[in-house]
């Protein structure tokens, strides 16, 4: 298995939960983060209603919300996929067409 490296840059110019992913200087992917909660994405067969940040997944774009840990175990019993921050980058970057993750 390849594994690509990952360069980590901080850019100021850019919103603090932001994220983009480059390849030969051409965005590729680009998304939100917050560190600090949990991306509850909708599947389109939630049954019950929880309260958070409304958003969009980055990898799928599936209806989403950002929400506390404390929201979590509510959530996944009404039909969420509950994922935490760093799991939401990875699977954007693994979700990355092939075509776009090689080598520069």
Known sequence: MWIPVVRIRDNVNQ?????????SGREVARGHLR????????????????EGEETTDPTFGLPAKWIPAASRHRAKMGGF??????SVLITHLGETPVAMRTSC
Request: proline share 10%; no cysteine.
């Open 35 to 50: 560190p600090e909660m949990y991306l509850a994405i909708d599947p389109g067969k939630t049954t019950l209603a929880v």
């Open 15 to 23: 919103e603090s939960t932001a994220y983009r992913v480059l390849l």
């Open 81 to 86: 996929t509950v994922v935490d921050a760093p």
